[in-house]
């Protein structure tokens, strides 16, 4: 017997949210809240495109991992936007760890694993941690309190608790790298992870990697995913090696700057639908929703914010680009009011991105699902990394892992790895 419409709605709301349900059936949000509510009856004719929606989930995710050349370990996993990196050059995932329940639904709606994902890193056990061949993480920063450190000490604090790390998020990192002893790690963080906390966030980083850990880790890059995406995201890179393979971030490959990509490559064009969160690019709908449109509310009061700020001098982040100009970096609170990226609409108020285009902004193959509202999905892609660029460096990590030899990518003024560990933070 076939499943009633009620029992696929059902089966559809454990992965997708009311909104992205009514945006693949067309429906309206009202009508979904109502077949919730059971105040009325989900007609027969919409169990196709349930049941079509659900067996697009359980086809597992439209982006395919290569055969595995090296396992590695997705920690503050988000979306998993590091691990199609990785993936792509030929890792296998073998352990997730991200304790967000919605980066999860998305992470589950794209990446078919046989683990689940584990969630707080602080409370796993590193020993029961699968074994790797690299690690990576895009943690959180929090600084390490080495004055906090020097009164343990001098309280007699039994040996453990010397560590300037403890407390912080970077300590898990490194008693997993301490127990697991994987041949590679990479690290993602914000460019001014140099200059947090007076350097001294960096410093202990760096020290515990190189020292403590005993990784060669050469110094790290910071790279603007400009290079990839119409969108200047300056991350800083720390790469470490437990045995020396030759590793040099010269090989990275990144695109000249005459290929660098313009926003029209990523905005919606006629034809295509702005919001579907199914793998497919559905046609009959011509134009972006009204609803990504700033109101006049909005828009007038983000203008006299901004003016209020210039005349003080400040600069206040709300910034209107044409399809011909690179945005600026989309930040996890794109969702509040997307002043930091609207597209400039003629005779009518700029709108913000929607979230495919902030998928297709991060380098998200198009395939993405995206099961989620859409305030988590802008926060879910602005809080996760630029595909491309991962892919970029995890190639040549596998090479060199591989033990092969990786030619200089490009040099001169087409290199766009910008400053090294010996540049002065001025961000
Ligand atoms: C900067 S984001 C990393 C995004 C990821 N690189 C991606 O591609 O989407 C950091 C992630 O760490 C997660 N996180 C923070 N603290 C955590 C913890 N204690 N255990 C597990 N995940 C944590 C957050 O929920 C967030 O998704």
Redesign the pocket.
């Known amino acids: 017997m076939n499943p009633s419409p009620g029992d696929l709605f059902k089966k559809a709301r454990a992965i997708y949210s009311q909104d992205a349900i009514a945006q693949h059936l067309g429906k309206d949000i009202r009508t979904v809240r109502r077949w919730e509510k059971g105040e009325v009856l989900i007609p027969t004719m919409s169990a196709a495109a349930l049941t079509e929606l659900l067996h697009g989930y359980r086809a597992g995710p439209a982006v395919h991992a290569s055969p595995a050349g090296f396992t590695f370990v997705d920690?503050?996993?988000?979306?998993?936007?590091?691990?199609l990196g990785f993936e792509a050059a030929g890792g296998r995932c073998v352990f997730t760890?991200?304790?967000?329940k919605y980066?999860c639904q998305t992470y589950r709606a794209n990446h078919v694993d046989s683990h689940e994902i584990?969630?707080?890193?602080?409370s796993i056990d590193a020993a029961a941690i699968p074994d790797h061949d690299v690690l990576v993480?895009?943690?959180?920063c929090q600084p390490f309190s080495l004055a906090g450190v020097s009164k343990k000490n001098s309280l007699g604090r039994a040996h453990g608790f010397d560590d300037p790390t403890q407390g912080t998020?970077f300590f898990?990192i490194k008693r997993i790298l301490d127990v697991k002893r994987p041949r590679a790690f990479l690290l993602?963080n914000v460019k001014n992870l140099r200059s947090h906390d007076s350097g001294k966030t960096f410093e202990v980083i760096m020290q515990t990697l190189r020292r403590d850990l005993g990784y060669r880790v050469p110094g790290p890059r910071v790279i603007d995913a400009a290079a990839f995406v119409p969108q200047h995201r300056e991350r800083i890179f720390i790469a470490g090696f437990r045995e020396d393979c030759g590793f040099d971030w010269e090989a990275v490959a990144l695109p000249p700057r005459q290929h660098w990509p313009s926003l029209a490559s990523i905005l919606h064009s006629t034809g295509e639908t702005a919001e579907s969160p199914y793998t497919e690019v559905r046609r009959h709908q011509t134009h972006v929703s009204e609803k990504y449109t700033l109101s006049d509310h909005l828009w007038n009061y983000l203008q006299s914010y901004a003016e209020k700020h210039r005349a003080l001098g400040h600069g206040f982040g709300c910034s209107v680009f044409a399809p011909s100009q690179i945005a600026r970096t989309l930040s996890a609170r794109y969702h509040k009011d997307g002043s930091e990226i609207l597209i400039g609409q003629r005779g009518r108020n700029p709108r913000r991105l929607t979230p495919r285009e902030c998928a297709r902004l991060m380098g998200f193959p198009n395939g993405f699902r995206i099961p989620v509202s859409d305030t988590q999905a802008y926060k879910?892609f602005g809080?996760?990394?630029v595909v491309p660029v991962i892919k970029a460096i995890a190639s040549v990590m596998a090479a060199r892992l591989r033990g092969q030899p990786v030619e200089p990518a490009c040099s001169g003024p087409q290199l766009r790895l910008l400053e090294s560990a010996s540049t002065p933070a001025g961000e």
Do not use: C, H, K, M
């Open positions: 920690l503050f996993a988000g979306i998993g936007g590091t691990r760890s991200e304790w967000n980066a584990a969630g707080d890193i602080t993480a895009g943690f959180p998020l898990d993602e879910q809080n996760s990394v």
